[in-house]
């Protein structure tokens, strides 16, 4: 659910930056969905959606040259480390 939450606000935030109109579009609706279904399969099925969506987000700034397009990389590379942060397995000594 973090990570969703983490995800949503992102794109929210990116939208000035995007000058594809159909990839800003769905960046809005995306950025203004809920999990409504807290199964693990559905967090799961939703985190793949909104990685697929962060991707095609990375992609289109990628190429851009404003300082919005830069802010918005910024903060995908962030999101990237904090995912991996989260996932990251601590095992004690053997």
Same mark, same amino acid.
Do not use: Y
């Given at each position: 659910?973090?990570?969703? *939450?983490?995800? *949503? *606000? %992102?794109?929210?935030?990116?939208?000035?930056? &995007? =000058?594809?109109?159909? $990839?800003?579009? +769905?960046? =809005? &609706? /995306?950025?203004?969905?809920?999990?409504?279904? %807290?199964?693990? #399969? /559905?967090? =799961? /099925? #939703?985190?793949?959606?909104?990685?697929?969506? %962060? @991707?095609?987000? !990375?992609? !289109? &700034?990628?190429? $851009?040259? #404003?300082?919005? /397009? +830069? *802010?918005?990389?910024?903060? @995908?590379?962030? =999101?990237?480390?904090? #995912?991996?942060? +989260? +996932?990251?397995? &601590? @095992?004690?000594?053997?």
């Amino acid at each position: 659910m973090e990570e969703n *939450r983490a995800l *949503r *606000r %992102l794109f929210a935030d990116a939208v000035p930056a &995007v =000058e594809d109109a159909e $990839l800003r579009g +769905r960046l =809005e &609706v /995306a950025a203004t969905g809920a999990d409504g279904d %807290l199964k693990v #399969s /559905a967090l =799961e /099925a #939703s985190n793949a959606a909104l990685r697929g969506l %962060l @991707i095609e987000l !990375h992609a !289109h &700034v990628e190429e $851009l040259e #404003s300082p919005a /397009a +830069r *802010r918005a990389e910024d903060a @995908i590379w962030r =999101e990237l480390a904090a #995912s991996t942060e +989260r +996932r990251r397995l &601590v @095992i004690g000594p053997f």
